[in-house]
């Protein structure tokens, strides 16, 4: 009797055993065919930023995080759509309370895009229609321009819209050079590195859909391996490279992106245009995950079904997220639960 007993329980909690492994498998499966069902480990907070009276959020389209691991620098748009025939500086620095700590930029800028924060404090920003990559020191003085301010091209000393820029720890400089057809029609698609001291490396890249071929190439990351991220958003894709431009994967799993952020090698992604026809099944949101295996493990969807989501994104030391909308004009901090 005792042996049947024992048996019956044996076989019962095998059969438990069998159960749970068969829902933990179909949760695994679920998720991974609904790019969009990874937890929100966060809620958002309205107004963080406090910007001077009478100053308004334009396109915040560039956010890094300082040196110090948790100061904003946000890179945004005059308070519009564009910084032409403005007086605003678009170059706003802000600390870990929100309280602004320096602003400049002003007249320097037509159409603000990318913005890097470098280790030694300085700040890197792209303009899309001026053809410019500007190197800032933290109190705004002009140290280096790469590009001809105005003029578009595809040489070794000249840009057409640049999207973003990233310094490596050596001091090498990466450009993403391209924006599909704006502001300006039929811009590069392409990667451009340069020294430190700004003398030309190489280029690499061209319109296209293959390995090693960009549409739009948006915004730029690099891990702690030193692989550089590209957000290659008209492609659907991330496509990583080494620092010599060698094609190494392309990630589909984070949606169509705009911003890509990395930090103790935890990627986070905006896309800010996936919708029922442009990229479907994703929604737009920002997805969270490791650059160790690409998987998603969080997901921050819009907050409102009609409103669309940052196209720039940065996360400070403590794991708070920041995101700047272009469509909607706004800043927005997003803290763990």
Not at 82 to 110: E, M, T, Y
Request: with cysteine; aromatic share 10%; proline share 7%.
């Amino acid at each position: 009797m005792r042996y049947r007993a024992g048996f019956l329980l044996s076989a019962l909690a095998l059969f438990g055993a069998a159960v749970a492994t068969i829902f933990a498998t179909a949760g695994r499966q679920a998720q991974a065919d609904d790019p969009n069902s990874a937890p929100n480990p966060y809620h958002v907070v309205n107004d963080w930023a406090k910007l001077p009276e009478g100053r308004h959020w334009g396109m915040a389209i560039g956010v890094d995080i300082d040196r110090d691991g948790t100061s904003v620098w946000v890179f945004d748009r005059c308070g519009g759509k564009s910084c032409d025939g403005s007086h605003i500086a678009p170059i706003q620095k802000f600390d870990a309370a929100g309280r602004l700590v320096v602003s400049f930029g002003s007249g320097l800028f037509n159409w603000p895009h990318g913005l890097f924060a470098a280790p030694d404090g300085t700040v890197w920003v792209t303009d899309g229609k001026l053809q410019t990559v500007q190197h800032f020191a933290p109190d705004g003085r002009l140290l280096m321009t790469l590009g001809k301010p105005g003029v578009a091209g595809d040489g070794p000393d000249t840009f057409n819209s640049p999207s973003d820029v990233l310094v490596a720890p050596n001091g090498d400089i990466f450009v993403a050079d391209g924006h599909g057809d704006y502001p300006v029609p039929h811009t590069n698609d392409r990667m451009v590195k340069f020294s430190k001291n700004g003398k030309f490396i190489k280029a690499w890249g061209h319109h296209g859909s293959a390995q090693g071929e960009f549409d739009v190439p948006h915004g730029l990351a690099m891990d702690s391996a030193g692989r550089i991220f590209v957000a290659d958003r008209a492609n659907n894709r991330i496509q990583i490279f080494n620092q010599n431009g060698k094609f190494l994967a392309e990630w589909k799993q984070f949606g169509r992106p705009s911003g890509v952020y990395i930090r103790n090698d935890i990627i986070y992604v905006a896309d800010s245009q996936s919708n029922d026809k442009t990229n479907p099944p994703f929604q737009q949101g920002i997805r969270i995950g490791s650059v160790k295996d690409g998987k998603v493990t969080a997901y921050i969807p819009p907050m409102d079904p009609k409103a669309e989501m940052p196209e720039a994104v940065a996360a400070d030391k403590d794991g708070n997220v920041f995101g700047g909308f272009a469509t909607g004009m706004d800043f927005k901090k997003f803290v763990k639960n």
